[in-house]
T-cell receptor, first 116, second 114 residues
């Protein structure tokens, strides 16, 4: 089954404790992206990756890092989490990076992060 | 980043009623997508509209792209409890040679009761 998986689904942590949220897709997609979803703000893009070893900042990259060492994986790293990073995070992938109008972005199930 | 404004933010209706959700922006988009998101899940694409004035139907859901490609609407006829969820619009600007930008709306939370 074609899917995007994220782990963990739920995480409660404390300020300053480094964490990683993993994302994996099995559709051989070139493009992967991370979003955060906050009430009243919609989904905002954090980072995206066009291909292996190619990453770029989205709209709200501060406080986050990413890496793309393999095509299928795109982990999101919070080196020193702060309470304002409490949010619902989504990983997404697409085959063409939305370069074609008909391209579709597939989303993972989300990771709910709480930073105390 | 130019946000897409959706209205209403919340909508609670009874089964069988009709409703319309609006998605507005001052920017022009190459295409406009509508997603539905259910609790505990990621958004799922419902439809993509690409031409100004385009109308697409998906069973009881009718999607329209504005003539100027700055706005869109989603109309649901005879709503059912299964339509309950968060509806998100997202505008895309196609960038040649680089990843395109998908700008999401603020969302409309719909609840349909029996």
């Amino acid at each position: 089954e074609a899917q995007v998986t994220q782990n963990p689904r739920y995480l409660i942590t404390v300020t300053g404790k480094k964490l990683t949220v993993t994302c994996s897709q099995n559709m051989n997609h070139e493009y992967m992206s991370w979003y955060r979803q906050d009430p009243g703000l919609g989904l905002r893009q954090i980072y995206y990756s066009m291909n292996v070893e190619v990453t770029d900042k989205g709209d709200v990259p501060e406080g986050y890092k990413v890496s793309r060492k393999e095509k299928r994986n795109f982990p999101l790293i919070l080196e020193s989490p702060s309470p304002n990073q409490t949010s619902l995070y989504f990983c997404a992938s697409s085959s063409l990076g939305l370069a074609e109008i008909t391209d579709t972005q597939y989303f993972g199930p989300g990771t709910r992060l709480t930073v105390l | 980043t130019q946000l897409l404004e959706q209205s209403p933010q919340f909508l609670s209706i009874q089964e069988g009623e009709n409703l319309t959700v609006y998605c507005n922006s001052s920017s022009v988009f190459s295409s406009l997508q509508w997603y539905r998101q259910e609790p505990g899940e990621g958004p799922v694409l419902l439809v993509t509209v690409v031409t100004g004035g385009e109308v697409k139907k998906l069973k009881r859901l009718t999607f329209q792209f504005g003539d100027a490609r700055k706005d869109s609407s989603l109309h649901i006829t005879a709503a059912q409890p299964g339509d309950t969820g968060l509806y998100l619009c997202a505008g895309s600007r196609i960038n040649t040679g680089t990843a395109s930008k998908l700008t999401f709306g603020t969302g409309t939370r719909l609840q349909v009761t029996l």
